[in-house]
């Protein structure tokens, strides 16, 4: 991944070109399986809410924009009905992916045979700290017990797994500290720490 990036980057260097994506940002639909008291996507309006982006759409957006790598956010990408074309078309054009997920879907789909390892896909999972705490952030208990079996799972048949966490005022560094290890303990292979502003 690192080369790829490294050669579009000097690719377009040496084109003379000094802007350029790197990433897309490819929103298939607003839809998820949550209502996060935080999460301004789920306020649109029904109409908004059921449209999704075709596999059509979504491979032309990539061609257009050729960067070489994908983040896949919604809602929650897992609930659209073409994530499986979507996906595979991304790695038949040897595209990195990103699949931002809330992971409540996650073994269920990959039991299913949804996708296959591949070092193009990393299933990037939104965890905002230990049980309690990401139970909370969400506003549904359980979460967090069945994102970290969807991670096991993901781990456990070769796929890349990270994480994004939003860290808010007055996050107790023990507790992150005690949560990373738990998230290097089942095998992810990176964390993305963002904070929360009021």
């Known amino acids: 991944q690192m080369w790829t990036v490294a050669s579009y980057v000097l690719g377009n260097?040496?084109?003379g070109r000094r802007r350029y994506p790197l990433v897309l940002m490819l929103e298939p639909l607003f839809r998820c399986n949550l209502a996060c008291a935080g999460c301004g996507k789920i306020q649109y309006p029904?109409?908004?809410l059921k449209r999704n982006l075709s596999f059509e759409d979504c491979m032309r957006a990539v061609d257009e924009c050729g960067a070489p790598m994908v983040s896949i956010p919604g809602g929650e990408p897992l609930l659209h009905?073409?994530?499986r074309e979507i996906v595979q078309g991304l790695i038949d054009r040897r595209k990195y992916i990103y699949l931002c997920t809330n992971a409540l879907l996650l073994k269920d789909k990959l039991e299913a045979g949804w996708f296959e390892p591949s070092k193009y896909l990393s299933f990037s999972v939104h965890l905002d700290g230990l049980q309690e705490h990401h139970d909370f952030a969400v506003c549904r208990d359980g979460t967090y017990d069945r994102a970290l079996a969807g991670i096991r799972?993901?781990?456990e048949m070769g796929f890349r797994v990270t994480t994004n966490t939003t860290l808010f005022e007055g996050a107790d560094p023990n507790a992150c500290r005690a949560f990373f290890d738990e998230l290097?303990?089942?095998g992810v292979e990176g964390?993305?720490?963002?904070?929360g502003y009021a």
Do not use: D
């Open 13 to 15: 260097r040496f084109a």
């Open 184 to 186: 290097m303990a089942v």
């Open 46 to 48: 029904p109409h908004i």
């Open 81 to 83: 009905p073409e994530i």
């Open 191 to 195: 964390m993305m720490i963002s904070p």
């Open 153 to 155: 799972k993901a781990v």
